[in-house]
């Protein structure tokens, strides 16, 4: 089970803080640093520092650290046009030596779109769908030849699909728990799914979907990598998780329902049953983040027990 760092920065993180837990992610052994794609806050009222964006973040982080993934969960298909993504994308992959991943989803937040006026179209399915078909095209297509695309929402045109990124294949992460046509992009496109805040159970079924919408499309079930985000609330007694929950404005009974809270005996406990269900990857959904000690502690006390 690999245990990858997750951080909603749009509750109030600016750069520096957010370059501080990337370095504890690596110096700890951690697999990897994702962040949120968000530019407002949810819940409360002020959000300070304000947004940061995520791909400016994640150039910076490629050339401050050496080793562990970076990426989003997950990027929204209604805040940058496929070309220009893929283009971000890959110089950033460039930037960071081929360690890059990319999480893509529809966009759902419409506060933000608002907030920031950026435009929130109603079909934004399709848009995702296309913007999919756009970016992994741009990529795919062999140095020296064109890409062109005609469809509803975007039309790209003898495009050298330049710059390539590092790594043959940026891997791309799609998620959610639609039971149709999420299942069915995945299949497509995607080289993880990634079920986000959902019990063992709910999971299970909905990797299930996704297996047999990839064996449907020509591909083996095991293809994909499947993954979990959690919220992760973890003490060494009672004191120190209702700590660390009031810290993040939540209670204990309902994180050890929902996420990963509790020892660390008792996560390792719960994570074995994402495992039993099929995950195989844990992005540990971390909100206070200045306390790197919560970050220490999982990866001396939790990560050594598991598989």
């Given at each position: 089970m690999e245990l990858r760092i997750f951080t909603e920065p749009q509750q109030g993180a600016d750069y520096d803080t957010l370059l501080a837990v990337a370095r504890a992610t690596e110096?700890?052994?951690?697999?990897?640093?994702?962040?949120?794609?968000?530019?407002?806050?949810?819940?409360?009222v002020d959000g300070l520092p304000g947004p940061t964006d995520a791909?400016?973040?994640?150039?910076?982080?490629?050339r401050e650290t050496s080793r562990i993934r970076l990426g989003t969960l997950m990027t929204?298909?209604?805040?940058?046009?496929?070309?220009?993504?893929?283009?971000?994308?890959?110089?950033?992959?460039?930037?960071?030596?081929?360690?890059?991943?990319?999480?893509?989803?529809?966009g759902w937040f419409a506060a933000e779109h608002t907030a920031y006026g950026i435009p929130f179209p109603a079909a934004r399915f399709p848009r995702f769908e296309e913007q999919l078909a756009v970016v992994t095209g741009l990529w795919e297509t062999p140095p020296g030849e064109t890409f062109t695309f005609e469809g509803t929402y975007y039309r790209l045109t003898d495009s050298p699909a330049l710059p390539k990124p590092v790594q043959r294949r940026v891997p791309v992460i799609i998620g959610g728990t639609?039971?149709?046509?999420?299942?069915?992009?995945?299949?497509?496109?995607?080289?993880?799914?990634?079920?986000?805040?959902?019990?063992?159970e709910d999971s299970a079924a909905q990797f299930a979907r996704v297996r047999r919408a990839a064996e449907e499309a020509g591909r083996k079930g095991d293809d994909l990598v499947y993954s979990n985000a959690l919220v992760a609330c973890v003490?060494?007694?009672?004191?120190?998780?209702?700590?660390?929950?009031?810290?993040i404005g939540r209670e204990v009974p309902e994180l050890r329902r929902n996420g990963l809270a509790g020892s660390p005996d008792e996560v390792v406990d719960?994570?074995?049953?994402?495992l039993e269900a099929g995950s195989s990857r844990i992005y540990l959904q971390i909100l206070d983040l200045p306390d790197l000690d919560h970050l220490e502690l999982i990866a001396n006390q939790v990560r050594p027990q598991l598989p």
């Open positions: 110096e700890l052994g951690y697999d990897a640093f994702f962040r949120s794609d968000h530019y407002l806050r949810m819940g409360g791909w400016i973040t994640l150039a910076g982080l490629a929204a298909a209604t805040f940058r046009l496929p070309g220009v993504l893929a283009i971000q994308v890959a110089q950033v992959d460039a930037m960071s030596g081929g360690r890059i991943e990319l999480g893509l989803g529809a639609g039971k149709e046509r999420t299942p069915r992009l995945a299949a497509r496109y995607a080289d993880e799914f990634n079920v986000p805040f959902a019990s063992a003490g060494r007694d009672e004191a120190e998780i209702a700590r660390r929950a009031a810290a719960r994570i074995g049953r994402y």
